[in-house]
């Protein structure tokens, strides 16, 4: 083989290796482009689920209602009514406590609700209506008669009953004396 024959060689088989190469490079560009548009599809996908999480994630929290705190308030009015019919005066100062504390709570977090100055009834019929229970409590204890404890449960149930009507709740609290707790008030 001469010089020039392998430059022949060489010059015949430039063009099919330049072309192979040409190929190839098409190939791999092919193979890159369906990768792109893969991994692009797969993005756009993901954006767009996000996209639809999005509005979920920025949700604020639900406003508070008053209502369920004034279920809670009347869980603790109910036990405070079954200790007071138990004659469990310990257990009554519990919800006693507890129910002053909670209508404290409420005040804070709705010193209005749709209009209502709600914080203001609770000082001015709410708070006030306890004084008679807790002062029989401290004085009397469970000397206390079974009437004036049932009294004074009466000047709170009223209280209640007062607001609901000055901020036209249609809610009308009655003593009830059955336990649907799992739950002794005795003593
Ligand atoms: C500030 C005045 C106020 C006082 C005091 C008050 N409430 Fe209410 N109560 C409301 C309002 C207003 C609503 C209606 C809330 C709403 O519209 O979401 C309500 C609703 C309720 C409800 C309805 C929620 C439910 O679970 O069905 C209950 C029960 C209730 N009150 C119990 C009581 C009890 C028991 C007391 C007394 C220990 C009391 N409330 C004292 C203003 C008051």
Avoid: W
């Amino acid at each position: 083989m001469t010089t020039a024959d392998s430059n022949e060689s060489l010059n015949g088989t430039n063009p099919t290796i330049m072309t192979r190469i040409i190929t190839r490079i098409f190939h791999c560009a092919l193979a890159a482009g369906c990768f792109l548009g893969i991994v692009l599809t797969g993005a756009t996908v993901c954006a767009a689920k996000s996209e639809t999480r999005a509005p979920l994630l920025s949700l604020q929290a639900p406003p508070v209602e008053l209502a369920e705190y004034m279920t809670q308030l009347q869980v603790y009015t109910h036990k405070l009514s079954l200790s007071v019919a138990a004659s469990n005066v310990p257990l009554a100062q519990f919800y006693l406590h507890e129910s002053v504390a909670h209508l404290k709570r409420i005040q804070e977090l709705f010193p209005e609700y749709e209009g209502q100055p709600i914080a203001l009834l609770i000082d001015r019929l709410a708070i006030e209506s306890y004084e008679l229970l807790n002062t029989l409590f401290a004085e009397e204890g469970a000397e206390a008669s079974k009437d004036e404890l049932d009294h004074a449960l009466e000047v709170i149930i009223n209280a209640c009953n007062a607001c609901h009507i000055s901020s036209n709740a249609p809610i009308r609290i009655q003593r009830n004396d059955t336990n649907p707790y799992m739950q002794d008030f005795n003593p």
